[in-house]
């Protein structure tokens, strides 16, 4: 069964910091890998989305990374600014069989940037 | 281009008590799940449709919990009955094809009293 966990659970720093976020996963055996945003009582945003092949993305400010060999991921986001104050997660398809599959994911990591 | 939409948007009931949630995907995707998200925890699949079949109902508590796609685009969840338990937010999402990129409506909030 994958698991994804996330480090750190939360974090908190000044603006314009650029910063690091980690998700690591226990079947390297994905086909894609999908990074989201939440802000509080609102739904999932997809931020980018990284397919097996590639090794990493970006949009804008933000790049996320893979390492599907380590079972890994990082998200990275330049130059912090309070509007990205939320909660960051990461998923993976629940199965390495293919398909449309349900995702499996990490708790997340709350996110605080201070003015 | 619409995104996924929810209906309604929080619903408090108490225990026993019916309850069902509406989701409209964007449209042409085929691909179509309900996921349940608790309090500090990522959200948690309780089914997928291909088109109107559900292919993978396997973390879907049949005892109270349904679900039905009628002509493969809406999709309606209901839970009967409702138990202290199910508080949560439930969300809707939908994708083209395979390794394509969820995206999420944003939630019905349950409350059960």
């Known amino acids: 069964k994958q698991e994804v966990t996330q480090i750190p659970a939360a974090l908190s720093v000044p603006e314009g910091e650029n910063l690091v976020l980690n998700c690591s996963f226990t079947d390297s055996a994905i086909y894609n890998l999908q990074w989201f945003r939440q802000d509080p009582g609102k739904g999932l945003t997809s931020l980018l989305l990284?397919?097996?092949?590639?090794r990493e993305q970006t949009s804008g400010r933000l790049n996320a990374s893979l390492d599907k060999s380590s079972g890994r991921s990082t998200l990275y986001i330049a130059a912090s600014q309070p509007g990205d104050s939320a909660t960051y997660l990461c998923?993976?398809?629940?199965?390495?069989?293919?398909?449309?599959?349900?995702?499996?994911f990490g708790k997340g990591t709350h996110l605080i940037i201070q003015p | 281009e619409a995104g996924v939409v929810q209906s309604p948007r929080y619903k408090i009931i108490e225990k026993k008590q019916p309850v069902a949630f509406w989701c409209n995907p964007i449209?042409?995707?085929?691909?179509l799940y309900w996921y349940r998200q608790n309090l500090g925890q990522g959200p948690e699949l309780l089914i997928r449709?291909?088109?109107?079949?559900?292919?993978?109902d396997s973390q879907l508590p049949k005892d109270r919990f349904s679900a039905e796609r009628l002509k493969g685009v809406d999709s309606t969840l209901k839970i009967q009955p409702a138990e202290l338990g199910d508080s949560a937010v439930y969300l809707c999402?939908?994708?083209?094809?395979?390794?394509?990129?969820?995206?999420f409506g944003p939630g019905t909030r349950l409350l059960v009293l």
């Open positions: 999402a939908s994708s083209l094809v395979r390794a394509e990129a969820q995206y």
């Open positions: 449709y291909e088109n109107e079949e559900a292919v993978d």
């Open positions: 990284i397919q097996s092949s590639q």
């Open positions: 998923a993976v398809p629940m199965y390495s069989g293919g398909g449309a599959d349900g995702l499996t």
């Open positions: 449209s042409g995707h085929n691909t």
